[in-house]
């Protein structure tokens, strides 16, 4: 039996992930497909609900703890990942190690760089395609702008933006996809159908693991 495929969604705040998760999810089950959905943060786990409470701004944690809390709740999922996979059902994931990685790296510490950021999500499965829905602030804005949450603002925003477009081309990132998100829900859509469809139709070997 072949193996699933794993193919992960990535963005700003508003950027549609989430929409677009589940038109995708339809789609490839229409063809066939059989396929599950998981999205990270999962605030359902003992880890999540902490995860949870530091969004809502609840609970206080120091910026490299909470980076590997988040990194943590990827892994307590790691190996329903890998059992769904090998079972030859495709996964869907909203969010991942990308937005883990760029979104604490945005904070400024300067004890928390990108590179330390990426360390412990080296060895989780590593998606057969990956996409960043390229919104812009004034698009996200016009979408109903940003919520009550931490990381909710602009200024962090753009700087989460910049660094997501910073991993194009880096080594051990062929992976990575960059749509224009701010096109029409049906034409994104589109775009992120074709090249899925291209991707699952590629998969060979087992599935690969997140590197440096
Ligand atoms: N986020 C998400 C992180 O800071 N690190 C992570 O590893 C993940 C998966 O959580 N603003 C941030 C990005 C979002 C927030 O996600 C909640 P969502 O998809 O908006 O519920
Ligand atoms: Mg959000």
């Known amino acids: 039996m072949t193996r699933g495929a794993l193919i992960v969604m990535e963005g700003l705040d508003r950027a549609g ?3 677009q998760c589940a038109v995708l999810v339809d789609k490839l089950r229409e063809m066939g497909y059989k396929t599950n959905y998981i999205r990270f943060p999962d605030r359902t786990t003992s880890i999540g609900k902490i995860i949870d ?11 490299h703890a ?12 790691a190996s329903r990942i890998h059992e769904d996979i090998s079972n030859g059902i495709s996964i869907v994931i909203d969010r991942y190690s990308y937005s883990g990685a760029v979104y604490s790296a945005a904070k400024g510490n300067k004890d928390l760089s990108l590179d330390w950021a990426w360390r412990p999500e080296i060895g989780l499965p590593r998606p057969d395609m990956w996409f960043f829905l390229n919104v812009s602030p004034e698009e996200a804005e016009r979408r109903g702008g940003y919520g009550l949450e931490r990381y909710e603002n602009v200024t962090l925003q753009l700087r989460v933006g910049k660094l997501f477009k910073s991993l194009q081309g880096m080594e051990n990132n062929e992976e990575m996809r960059i749509v224009d998100a701010n096109q029409s829900k049906e034409e994104v859509a589109q775009q992120i159908f074709e090249l899925s469809s291209a991707a699952i139709g590629q998969i060979e070997g087992p599935l690969r693991k997140l590197g440096i």
């Open 17 to 19: 992930k989430s929409t």
């Open 53 to 63: 409470g530091y969004l809502r701004g609840e609970v206080q944690l120091e910026d």
């Open 66 to 77: 909470i980076h590997l809390l988040f990194s943590a709740n990827r892994w307590e999922l």
